[in-house]
């Protein structure tokens, strides 16, 4: 079985920064792909932002320049700083890996953590 748990959430103020944690652990060979996601009230989850084994990233329009992804393999954990936060970014935020054990890949999601942003 394999667990992610997030941590980082909160209340954050308009220009301020923030930055999510999110951590596997469990039967694990690889994991190849870590990204962030987030859900909004009333509105559909979306991608943040993601990150390869290799390195490789890709951003969402409206976070380009705000945001930064970047792995720890030895850690198996994924960050996300968040700078000049907006209202707009007001959300739960979900990790999401693509780890692979044995000949298997699957997808695991964290549980979720609350980012507000607001003065």
């Known amino acids: 079985q394999v667990q992610l748990v997030e941590s980082g959430g909160g209340l954050v103020q308009p220009g301020g920064s923030l930055r999510l944690s999110c951590a596997a652990s469990?039967?694990?060979?690889?994991?190849?792909?870590m990204g962030w996601y987030r859900q909004a009230p009333g509105k559909q989850r979306e991608l943040v932002a993601r990150?390869?084994?290799?390195?490789?990233?890709n951003y969402a329009d409206s976070v380009k320049g705000r945001c930064t992804i970047s792995r720890d393999n030895a850690k198996r954990t994924v960050y996300l700083q968040i700078d000049s936060p907006k209202p707009e970014d007001t959300a739960v935020y979900y990790c999401?890996?693509?780890?692979?054990?044995?000949?298997?890949?699957?997808?695991?999601w964290g549980q979720g953590t609350q980012v507000t942003v607001s003065s």
């Open positions: 990150i390869t084994r290799n390195g490789t990233t």
């Open positions: 999401n890996f693509l780890i692979q054990y044995r000949w298997k890949e699957s997808i695991y």
């Open positions: 469990g039967s694990i060979f690889s994991i190849n792909v």
